[in-house]
Structures are given as C-alpha cells and as structure tokens.
C-alpha cells in the first residue's frame, strides 16, 4: 500500500537544540498530520493542516503543509527532555476527509533526548 | 476523563486460540477505529466503523472481526490467532467534524498482544 517517506528516522540530540523532521509523499495530500507517541501509549495529535502553505504553531511546535501539497515538516524548538517520543506523520489524499479511514501513516521519527 | 479504554493491556496467547480486545469511548464520537503497530512500522488500519451497526474493513482484516452494536464499544474478535497476529493493538475515536476536515483521532493506551 502506499506510504509516507518520514525522515530521519531517529535522532538523538542535546537538549536546547532545534529539531527538524519532514514526510514526502508521491502524490498530492489534502490533509498533513503530526501526532507525538510517547513511550506506552497511543499517538496524540500535536498539529493538523489543510491547505497548502499553512504553517500552524502549537507552543514550541511548528509544522508546515509544503507547497507542492507533497511534504510536510515539523520542528520543535528549544528541545526539552519530555520532547521524547516517536513523531509521526500521517496524510490523505481523500478531498472530503470526513474521517480517518484513508489516513497513510509514516514510519515515524524516533526521538531522544540527552538532558 | 476516561476518553478511549481498551482491555487488556496485555495478553499472551497461544496459536489457534480466539480472544476479543475490548474498547470503550465515553466522548460520543461517531467514528472508531483499530489499529495495529508492529515495531519500526506505521500505523495499519485494521477495521473502522462510522456509526453504531456500521462497520467496515481497512488495510489489513484479515483474521479479525469487529462488531458495532453501540457508539460507545468497539471490540475486536481475533479468531485462530497466529504468531503474525503478535502486535500492538490500537483503538481509537474520532467525531464528526465536517466533511472537509479530518477529526482528531483519539487513541487508547494500547493492547500489547503475543501470540505463542
């Protein structure tokens, strides 16, 4: 089936540093998600965009729907050690994206943290 | 705040045998959905539903059964399970937020499954 090329993916940085992940898609997606898994538990949503070139903030979060309508990117600023987790990527292709059921779902980003 | 309760967290089982993984929403949402995670992997739907009595397949059933007979519960029936079937089980819920916007998806603490 399709998929999301996440990159990179893991990255072990220093605290206080900036962070920049990104997915590519092969074909056009109406809808760009960022959901966080912190270790034991389910995925939470940390940012959605729309529309092609909104660049949407959530505290040190923020997340970009690439132009092409192809990619996406996330970057946390100021890294702290609850930054923590697997980052996923997740899009359709669907234009009337009522629900979930034709999300792709990147591979994930894992990322540490050294205090 | 309850959100999205699944039982058990964890659960070995041995080839051939059948168990249901239970999940719960107290957040009125339409839709709910299944999940599994296997380690360095994505997220693949396994079965969806849009409503109560509504159910449908998503990228893999295969092995599993859902049934919808609320909009507050969602089991997920494995019947002859199989080493393959050895995963991370996800529910998850989301509302009805327009047609031109996905609802956020709500997710459980997860089902770790083995299957021996």
């Known amino acids: 089936g399709q998929q999301l090329n996440q990159s990179p993916q893991s990255m072990f940085i220093q605290e206080g540093e900036d962070v920049s992940m990104n997915c590519t898609s092969s074909?056009?997606?109406?809808?760009w998600l960022w959901y966080k898994q912190d270790p034991g538990e389910g995925p939470v949503l940390l940012i959605a965009?729309?529309?092609a070139g909104e660049l949407t903030s959530n505290g040190r979060l923020t997340a970009q729907f690439g132009i092409t309508r192809k990619d996406s990117f996330l970057n946390i600023s100021a890294s702290i050690p609850s930054d923590v987790g697997i980052y996923f990527c997740?899009?359709?292709?669907?234009?009337?994206?009522?629900?979930?059921?034709?999300?792709?779902w990147g591979l994930g980003t894992s990322l540490a943290v050294n205090p | 705040n309850a959100g999205v309760t699944q039982t058990p967290k964890f659960r070995i089982l041995k080839i051939g045998q059948s168990m249901t993984l239970q999940c719960a929403q107290d957040?009125?949402?339409?839709?709910m959905y299944w999940y599994r995670q296997d380690p360095g992997m994505g997220l693949k739907l396994i079965y969806y539903?849009?409503?109560?009595?509504?159910?449908d397949k998503g990228e893999v059933p295969n092995g599993y059964n859902v049934s919808r007979s609320t909009t507050e519960d969602f089991p997920l029936r494995l019947e002859l399970a199989a080493p393959s079937q050895t995963s991370v089980y996800f529910c998850?819920?989301?509302?009805?937020?327009?047609?031109?916007?996905?609802?956020?998806?709500?997710f459980g603490e997860g089902s770790r499954l083995t299957v021996l």
């Open positions: 998850a819920s989301s509302p009805l937020v327009s047609s031109q916007r996905t609802g956020e998806l709500f």
């Open positions: 957040m009125n949402h339409n839709y």
């Open positions: 539903s849009v409503g109560a009595g509504i159910t």
């Open positions: 074909s056009i997606f109406n809808t």
């Open positions: 965009l729309y529309k």
């Open positions: 997740a899009g359709s292709s669907e234009p009337n994206a009522g629900n979930n059921r034709k999300l792709i």
